[in-house]
């Protein structure tokens, strides 16, 4: 494995993801070690600008626009991750499976169409480590509770996390063992803050 991999953060709304990837990204700030983090949607400023676009409470897209959206966010980043990619450790907030989780697992968009046009943006770039973080739908809802504003993907029936995050666990059961971890974020967070810096240690 390169040891300026790109590391991926996936997992439902509440999961914890974004606590661990900005968790890892101080620490690796404290050691000085280069890294990019980027977010998806969002990252470069044309995605960023697209991420509030898709993420809307007022947007009401069918899920074909949706898909389309997400991966014009990605393909705005597509240049950010390639000037960096093996010259600094890659940090990302979703990325592709999160992707095949909810569009299509989720939303039930053709598989095919969304592995064609990510084959087509990625050329060659491949994801080295993968974060999925589970989390229970009591936790789910206690945690969205607590958040200051909730976006448009903060608002979907329980029964939609349920499909997507089944999803994101098929989509593991298809990786190499060496190449992803599940944490359970129903279990002790700082127990699970050592396990993942614990692993990043060992990927750079």
């Not at 969304?114 to 060659?124: D, E, R, S």
Request: charged share 30%; hydrophobic share 35%.
């Amino acid at each position: 494995m390169s040891k300026k991999p790109i590391i991926v953060f996936e997992g439902i709304e509440g999961s914890g993801k974004t606590f661990h990837i900005d968790n890892v990204s101080n620490y690796l700030k404290r050691k000085k070690i280069p890294y990019l983090k980027i977010r998806e949607p969002g990252g470069s400023r044309n995605s960023e600008i697209i991420r509030k676009i898709i993420l809307n409470k007022k947007s009401s897209f069918n899920k074909n626009t949706d898909l389309l959206l997400y991966l014009s966010a990605r393909s705005e980043n597509i240049e950010l991750i390639k000037k960096n990619y093996k010259k600094k450790i890659i940090l990302i907030d979703r990325f592709i499976d999160s992707t095949i989780a909810y569009q299509h697992y989720g939303m039930g968009v053709d598989y095919s169409i969304i592995n064609k046009i990510n084959q087509f943006l990625l050329k060659g770039i491949k994801v080295n480590f993968t974060f999925l973080n589970i989390v229970n739908s009591k936790n789910m809802i206690l945690r969205l509770k607590e958040r200051k504003e909730l976006n448009r993907y903060d608002k979907f029936k329980m029964s939609f996390y349920d499909k997507v995050q089944k999803g994101f666990l098929k989509l593991m059961k298809k990786k190499k063992k060496n190449t992803f971890m599940i944490i359970d974020s129903n279990q002790s967070i700082n127990d699970n803050k050592k396990i993942v810096i614990n692993k990043i240690d060992k990927l750079i």
